[in-house]
């Protein structure tokens, strides 16, 4: 965990070595550390200065997955790092408490980047969060769990080769980088910050008990009241936190098993490949319960979007033609800006063809539908990622700049599916 208010955060792009499995060391990639990158922890209304520096051999284009910044802050590929060169960020902060986090968006190698490391979580803090009697001991009672999936040759390295058309999953389900972990947890209620960091994995997660957990925040902040529910549907790129009691002083394990046709969040094709454990909570009683949190009945006031202020309605058919992964036809180009949006404006974006995982940069959105349907209740808050279920539609409001140099990315969060071209450009003016 670094403070952001401590001084600029420096994130350096290295090469690592790191035990999945407490045994075999695999050489990794991480910023300032050996795999993945620090917790960086800010608050709305200040300004975040970072560091990257880069010492791979080869360039890297970070990205803040669910800022509000501009195009020019915003890490897509057209800011790439080259080897050994830096780039000094400073990141008003502008948007409300959430679960973000930051990634390689390196152009046509974002996949390989974030399995071999390259991504972190990013917090922010706002007055709201400031003020809810929610858990917020870091590392005892409020935990990063970054879910995501490996696989590993003979020799201990990092396997990447389910690549092709399909999409990427490996064998071994890791939090935070730890193969099926045990986590201690206070006899009490305890927050996850969960982040499907997966390359390719959609994830069904439920405790092998089958109890009831509180869904309090997702992509973008937290939802209006918290929502009870007893298993959760997690896309590649999505955040959601939730509470999970253990007051019962019972240990737990988290599961992902297959979801059911007909959620509304299941897609068409077997998206969870069988059933994984992800990990297991044990309650030490010697750590000590926060008494002051509770599961609040109220969270947050959203500024609700109205379909009527909408002056256009943008299409995107995601499709695989001639087995060239598209977005109304067209692979990523670059050189190309596929829209040119209205700053301020309200947008509808409507999203169809095959199933995918649709993620827009410098916003966070409202879901109006998925398939057809009204979306679950724990979809009702900011978010920007939306598995599209063969569809799905989405209200939006850009209110920050992107430029033709540095426009902002629309693309399917699957990650192979975006460097193999299933992303598009646009501009906010
Ligand atoms: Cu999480 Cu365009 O990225
Ligand atoms: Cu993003
Ligand atoms: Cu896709």
């Known amino acids: 965990l670094v403070n952001g208010s401590d001084g600029p955060v420096s994130l350096k792009m290295q090469t690592g070595l790191w035990s999945f499995d407490g045994k075999i060391k695999t050489p990794t990639w991480g910023l300032s550390q050996d795999y993945m990158g620090p917790v960086v922890r800010t608050r709305r209304g200040a300004e975040l200065a970072l560091h990257y520096e880069n010492t791979l051999a080869e360039a890297v284009s970070i990205h803040g997955h669910g800022l509000h910044v501009t ?51 990013i917090v922010i803090d706002d007055d709201n969060s400031d003020s809810l009697p929610l858990p917020r001991r870091y590392g005892i009672d409020d935990l990063p769990f970054i879910v995501q999936d490996k ?26 980088g730890i193969i099926q972990p045990r986590v201690e947890v206070p006899k009490g209620l305890v927050r996850l910050r969960l982040l499907n960091g997966s390359n390719g994995r959609f994830f069904n997660f439920t405790f092998t008990d089958t109890r009831v957990f509180h869904v309090i925040a997702g992509d973008g902040g937290f939802l209006e009241e918290p929502v009870e529910v007893t298993t959760l549907f997690v896309a590649p790129g999505e955040r959601y936190e939730l509470l999970v009691d253990f007051s019962d002083g019972l240990p737990a394990t988290l599961r992902s098993v297959q979801a059911e046709r007909g959620e509304g969040t299941s897609p068409a094709f077997n998206p969870i490949q069988g059933e994984q454990t992800i990990c297991t909570f044990e309650v030490n009683p010697r750590i000590a319960p926060d008494l ?40 990523m180009d670059m050189a190309r800006i596929d829209h040119r949006v209205q700053k301020g404006a309200v947008e509808i974006w409507d999203l169809d063809g095959d199933v995918h995982n649709f993620h827009a940069h410098g916003c966070s959105f409202q879901v109006l539908s998925i398939n057809g349907k009204t979306p679950p209740a724990h979809m009702k808050c900011w978010k920007d990622t939306v598995i599209t279920d063969a569809k799905a539609s989405f209200i939006v409001r850009f209110d920050h700049t ?14 192979e599916h975006e460097d193999m071209g299933m992303m598009g450009q646009f501009t906010v003016e």
């Open 151 to 176: 696989d590993f040759n003979q020799d201990g390295t990092l396997l990447y080769n389910k690549v092709g058309l399909g999409r990427f999953y490996a064998e071994h389900m890791t939090v935070n």
């Open 402 to 415: 992107a430029s033709d140099a540095f426009p902002y990315m629309f693309h399917c969060h699957l990650l």
């Open 292 to 331: 002051d949190v509770r599961v609040p009945p109220r969270l947050n006031d959203i500024a609700w979007l109205d379909p009527k202020e909408a002056h256009i309605t943008r299409h995107f058919t995601m499709a695989t033609i001639n087995r060239k992964m598209v977005i109304n036809g067209r692979m």
């Open 71 to 121: 195009g020019e802050l915003d890490g897509g590929p057209q800011r790439a790092i080259r080897p050994g060169t830096s780039w000094s960020p400073i990141l008003p902060i502008v948007q409300e408490a959430a679960t973000l986090w930051y990634h390689s968006h390196t152009h046509k190698r974002t996949g390989p980047h974030v399995y071999n490391g390259l991504a972190g979580m």
